[in-house]
Nanobody, 124 residues
Framework: QVQLVESGGGLVQPGNSLRLACAAS????????MGWFRQAPDKEREFVAA????????DYADSVKGRFTISRDNAKNTVYLQMNSLTPEDTAVYYC?????????????????WGQGTQVTVSS
C-alpha cells in the first residue's frame, strides 16, 4: 500500500510562490496517476492538478491554470506542485493523491490513496 506525505506548505504573501512535494513510500509512483486537491475551510475538496504515469498528460483546474505546474520525478518517487502568483483564494489544505488507473481525472473518489495534507496560507 502506498503512503503519501506532503511537504512544503506554509505562510506566504500574495504574489509569491511555493513548491509542494509529495513523497511516496510502500510502492513506486511510476505506476500511479497523481493528483493534487485542496480544501478550504467550509468548502468541499476540489481538484487542482493531475499528471499521468509518465508525465505526458496533465490537467489543471481553471482557477490555477497558468499559475500552477504539476510535475513528477519517478526516480525520486515524488510529485511536485509549483505554485506561482499565489492569492488569498489559494489558501487551503493541499492533498496529494494516487490513482492506480492510467486516466487522469478530476474526481476525488477515483483516487485510491491520499496524504494527510499540508496547509498553505496566503496572506499579507
Amino acid at each position: 500500500q502506498v503512503q503519501l506525505v506532503e511537504s512544503g506548505g506554509g505562510l506566504v504573501q500574495p504574489g509569491n510562490s511555493l513548491r509542494l512535494a509529495c513523497a511516496a513510500s510502500g510502492g513506486t509512483l511510476r505506476s500511479y496517476t497523481m493528483g493534487w486537491f485542496r480544501q478550504a475551510p467550509d468548502k468541499e475538496r476540489e481538484f487542482v492538478a493531475a499528471i499521468s504515469w509518465g508525465g505526458g498528460t496533465t490537467d489543471y483546474a481553471d482557477s490555477v491554470k497558468g499559475r500552477f505546474t504539476i510535475s513528477r520525478d519517478n526516480a525520486k518517487n515524488t510529485v511536485y506542485l509549483q505554485m506561482n502568483s499565489l492569492t488569498p483564494e489559494d489558501t487551503a489544505v493541499y492533498y496529494c493523491a494516487a490513482r492506480r488507473l492510467f486516466a487522469v481525472t478530476v474526481v476525488p473518489t477515483a483516487y485510491n490513496y491520499w496524504g494527510q495534507g499540508t496547509q498553505v496560507t496566503v496572506s499579507s
